[in-house]
Structure formats: C-alpha cells, structure tokens
C-alpha cells in the first residue's frame, strides 16, 4: 500500500509517500521547518500545505512528538502548551477533509524499525531512542509495541529532566563537543539499563548519524544498533501505521 507518511517535529516537519511493504521512500522528501512557536494552527497550515505539496487525497499517517491516546495530545511536550488535549487527528482532518492516523512519533520510529529495520526478529526488549529537540522512545517487547512510554522526561539531578540534559537541541545549544554530549547520553544509557534491561538499543535522529563518531564514549554494555532508516523512521513508520489502521 503507498501511504503519504508526515513526521511532525520540533524542527522540522516532513513527509514522503511510503511503500508500506518495504518502508521506501516512493516519492522525494519534502521538509518545511516547524513555526514559532508551534501552536496547533500554525502547525495544521503546514500540514496542509504538505498534502497540497504531494497533490494526496487519502489518508495520512503521521508522526507526532507528544503523547498521543487515541489520536489525543496528552501534553504538549516540545510544541505549544496550546496542543494539550486537542484532538489531533480530527483537527487535522478538518483542515484538510482527508483522514489522519495520529500517534507518538518515536513509538512510530520504532515500528518501522523493528519490523522492517535494524530491529527486525529480534526477540526480547528492545528500544528505539530517538535523539533530536527532545528524547524519544518506543519500547518493544517480542515485537510487540508498548506505547507512550517517555524516557525523556525521567528526572535527572535536581529534579532536571534529562532531555533538558542530554537531547541534541542542548548539545547544540551549549555547544558542547561530541564527547562532550556523549558523556551526556551515557548518563541517559545507564538509567535506561537499570530499569528495562533491554536486549538492543536503536538510536535514530539526525546525531546518529555520527555514531561512529562518538560511539566510544559510551560505557554501556548493551548492544547498539543506529536505525536503518535514520530520520526517515517516522515518515515510514507512520505510513506504515496508517496502512495497518485501514486494512482493519
């Protein structure tokens, strides 16, 4: 089935025309930078936009960076404190009177990688960290998705939460070195062990990229894997979701 894909970020929002079956990208991605700020209005003119972009008169699955239940915005994590509690999908389809399949995007980032990516067969726990604005996470169990869980809003020292510590958005922001973040992340990496004990860890967005580059950094001892569709996770793993919500 092809599914335009949209991944709704805290910098940029993009989108694609997917191949569910194989998770390719059939068409050019196409990015326009989230507005400031980010209210629901703003956000949904560019939604639109997209669907004009690709000339799309069907459904959408999309990728959202907060909390979603439902196709609701529980909070509003890195948007405008104005999402909480609207109703997403139905907001977006009455802008652009086509359906919307919403929900988390780093959830949706893992769906794609463990069925079709560096995740696929693997047995046991396994989670999908996604490292851009703020810290995403999709936690799967034998395959199988065990939604809205927010590492990124663990506490830290002081009461900090760590994606205000170690996201990619501070380490460009305090303009910290690669080591630098690195020794960061693995404070993130050892909290994330002693409470899930997962069998692999995915990294995606923009900085794992450069794995290679910092990778030594890091002390954990459980096995790493950067995602094989990089940023393109959730556009993919949001068609793909979208698919599995009309074939029902």
Same mark, same amino acid.
């Given at each position: ?10 910098s ?45 008169n069907?459904? %959408? ?5 907060t ?12 948007? +405008? ?12 389809q ?8 919403? +929900?988390?995007?780093?959830?949706? @980032?893992?769906i ?12 046991? %726990? ?7 604005t ?8 034998n395959?199988?998705l ?19 510590f ?8 305090e ?5 630098e973040? @690195? ?17 692999l860890?995915?990294l995606?967005?923009g900085i +794992? ?6 990778k030594?950094?890091l ?11 990089k940023?393109? @996770? ?8 979208? +698919? ?5």
């Amino acid at each position: 089935m092809k599914v335009l894909g949209m991944d709704i970020g805290g910098s940029g929002i993009k989108a694609a025309i997917v191949d569910t079956k194989t998770g390719e990208l059939i068409s050019e991605r196409h990015r326009i930078a989230t507005p400031k700020p980010a209210t629901p209005d703003a956000i949904a003119k560019i939604v639109k936009e997209m669907v004009t972009y690709f000339n799309w008169n069907k459904a %959408v699955g999309c990728s959202f960076p907060t909390t979603i239940i439902d196709g609701k915005c529980i909070h509003s994590g890195n948007l +405008s404190t104005k999402w909480k509690n609207i109703q997403v999908d139905e907001f977006f389809q009455s802008i652009c009177n086509i359906p919307f399949y919403i +929900s988390n995007d780093a959830d949706l @980032a893992g769906i794609a990688e463990v069925t079709l990516g560096a995740g696929k067969g693997k047995k046991g %726990v396994v989670l999908v960290i996604t490292i851009g604005t703020g810290i995403g996470s999709g936690l799967f169990n034998n395959g199988k998705l065990i939604p809205n869980l927010e590492i990124g809003k663990l506490l830290h020292k002081d009461g900090e939460i760590i994606e205000f510590f170690c996201a990619d958005s501070i380490r460009k922001k305090e303009e910290l070195t690669l080591q630098e973040w @690195a020794l960061r992340f693995d404070v993130l990496l050892q909290y994330i062990k002693t409470i899930f004990s997962p069998n692999l860890i995915i990294l995606g967005g923009g900085i +794992s990229k450069k794995y290679d580059k910092f990778k030594d950094h890091l002390s954990t001892d459980v096995k790493i894997k950067v995602a094989k569709f990089k940023n393109n @996770a959730g556009i993919i793993g949001a068609a793909m979701y979208a +698919s599995k919500k009309i074939s029902k």
